[in-house]
């Protein structure tokens, strides 16, 4: 029986500790809470960092919901992949995704600074 994407969706944010495929941020997965909280941050500065499941191949270019398929990523850098016409593949949106946050263009500095330095 094929699993429903939102347990997919919670199978990869575990198999990824957490963390987005494109960005590495830390994700929250039910309530931004399970980041303010632990990063002492207001839950509008995560509400980009919600975990959504995202498919490799687009579920309109024949991408299965299966597991192989699916990877967690925040809802920023799903979103953004998606507003190309022809999204980029997922090596070159995850390039492209660290460049821009090297540059402090894609989620806002001070947050990726925030928990990054508090990594684990
Ligand atoms: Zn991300």
Same mark, same amino acid.
């Given at each position: 029986?094929?699993?429903?994407?939102?347990?997919?969706?919670?199978?990869?944010? %575990?198999?990824?500790?957490?963390?987005?495929?494109?960005?590495?941020?830390?994700?929250?997965?039910? &309530?931004?809470?399970?980041?303010?909280?632990?990063?002492?941050? %207001?839950?509008?500065?995560?509400?980009?960092?919600?975990?959504?499941?995202?498919?490799?191949?687009?579920?309109?270019?024949?991408?299965? +919901?299966?597991?192989? &398929?699916?990877?967690?990523?925040?809802?920023?850098? +799903?979103?953004?992949?998606?507003?190309?016409?022809?999204?980029?593949?997922?090596? &070159?949106?995850?390039?492209?995704?660290?460049?821009?946050?090297?540059?402090?263009?894609?989620?806002?500095?001070?947050?990726?600074?925030?928990?990054?330095?508090?990594?684990?």
């Amino acid at each position: 029986m094929p699993k429903s994407i939102s347990k997919l969706r919670i199978a990869t944010y %575990k198999r990824q500790q957490g963390r987005c495929f494109y960005c590495g941020l830390p994700m929250w997965l039910k &309530n931004a809470d399970e980041l303010t909280a632990e990063y002492g941050v %207001k839950a509008s500065t995560v509400v980009g960092l919600q975990c959504t499941a995202e498919h490799l191949v687009a579920r309109q270019d024949g991408g299965a +919901n299966a597991a192989d &398929n699916i990877v967690a990523a925040c809802k920023t850098c +799903n979103g953004r992949r998606h507003r190309k016409a022809v999204p980029l593949s997922p090596e &070159n949106h995850r390039r492209r995704v660290r460049a821009r946050i090297l540059g402090g263009k894609w989620h806002p500095q001070a947050l990726v600074q925030l928990l990054h330095d508090r990594a684990p």
